[in-house]
């Protein structure tokens, strides 16, 4: 089995199973502030199991890729939602679940203007921002109990760049 992943591009199709893609794709769902404002509404299922939605700041260090993938983590209390302050995309990784344990991993690039929020239950790799700054609004649960888990693999796996096709 290869432990090579390579980064494909985020889209709304693709990243479904794992959560929603925040964008402003598409037609805005109405036009507010005297004329000058699209909104586009209710973007994110956000799901807080017995506990309250908070947002927070995080600044995260860049990475560099290859990235050595030696962990990923879930929330099963809770969705979480990650929203670039930046003009910069990030790398985003997700797995889908085994049966209690994460599958093959996968790894997507997001565009400057979009965001993303797992779902509740997904795993997922670390926030990773690739350029700096990697400072992020994030939307998740606050309240009582556990609410992560990790796993860690036993032999990492290498994200890299997507191959580009040869002429």
């Not at 432990?3 to 925040?22: N, S």
């Not at 309250?52 to 290859?66: D, E, K, T, Y």
Request: charged fraction near 15%.
């Amino acid at each position: 089995m290869s432990r090579i992943i390579h980064i494909q591009p985020l889209t709304k199709e693709a990243f479904t199973p794992f959560g929603d893609v925040l964008d402003t794709d598409g037609a805005p769902d109405k036009v507010i502030n005297q004329g000058k404002c699209g909104r586009y509404h209710d973007r994110a299922h956000l799901d807080f199991n017995g506990g309250r939605a908070g947002v927070s700041l995080f600044n995260a260090q860049p990475r560099s890729l290859p990235l050595s993938l030696q962990m990923v983590e879930r929330h099963p209390d809770g969705s979480q939602a990650f929203i670039p302050m930046s003009e910069h995309g990030f790398l985003i990784v997700v797995a889908p679940d085994a049966g209690g344990t994460p599958g093959t991993p996968i790894a997507f690039e997001s565009t400057p203007g979009q965001a993303i929020n797992f779902h509740r239950g997904t795993w997922h790799g670390v926030l990773t921002p690739l350029s700096a700054p990697g400072l992020f609004a994030v939307v998740d649960r606050i309240g009582t109990g556990a609410n992560l888990e990790e796993h860690w693999f036993d032999d990492p796996y290498v994200v890299t760049p997507a191959t580009k096709p040869t002429a």
